[in-house]
């Protein structure tokens, strides 16, 4: 083989080396926090002072702006998960157990805060902080399947071998976000129908889609932010036991 | 600040308990991210960071 006949490197085989991976995307990191500290100045600003009170929801409106981004981040943070389980089970990229294990905290923190901010709009609306229907229960179990991930991930010291088992979790797990989704139009539930994403467009009135839309890149923005980092962190890690291992070897450099 | 109406505690509880649990986060990112770049550079690592493999 020739330096003409070599194949090129292309920038998919360059975000499976760890290290070309964080040496990409490391200049993304400061961009992004800055794009997400705007969304979220300018998303506050018009929750709370150009916002109207809804017509029915009266104030407590504004508690959406808080709770459709992080239950859509919930689901979001899950389907990156099980794509990146196909990442790993299918064409066994070196990244996608890295992204696996850097997502499944923080899928679990944005479920609980869509559960808690749902219970806060459910006592004034509703009457009651909980309710045992479709939509509510199924977010719960997908909390409790997010904590069975980071305790699994934490139950190896293999962590390729953790992988492989966490792929396989991830990707029977994956069955409860359609669950959640269609829930509100399966069964009849306390929780109410989609009103944003619907196939006939928003039910909304403009001046309140504006502020939930903004507050929706502002969450998804931070999330993408937050893996990068977690990201980075997860391949260091790695760095660290290969090191410390040879260090216990005898054999370090 | 505008009026929150009837219900401003459970809004405020809301806004309070999420950007507590964002600042979590963001707090418990920044410090796992120094604390390995840290034992990275221990290891007499420093310098490879950006080109380290597993």
Known sequence: MTIDTTPKMTWWNRLSHPGQFVALTRPLILPLALVTGVLFAVGLWYGFFSSPPEKYMGDTVRIMYVHVPTAWLSQFVYATMAVSALGTLVWRHPMADVSMKAAAPLGAAFTAMALFTGSLWGRPTWGTFWEWDGRMTSTLVLLFIYLGIVALWRAFDDQLRAARVVAVFTLVGAVNIPIIKFSVDWWSTLHQPASVFRADGPTMPGEILTPLFIMFFAFTFLFITLQLAAMHTEVRRRRITTLERRAARGDAR | ?54
Request: proline share 0%; net charge positive; aromatic share 10%.
């Open chain 2, 1 to 54: 600040m505008i009026a929150l109406g009837a219900h401003a505690e459970f809004i405020i509880a809301a806004y309070v308990g999420v950007f507590a649990g964002l600042a979590g986060l963001i707090g418990w990112t920044v410090f796992a991210a120094r604390q390995t770049r840290r034992r990275l550079e221990e290891l007499g690592d420093g310098q490879r960071q950006g080109s380290s493999a597993q």
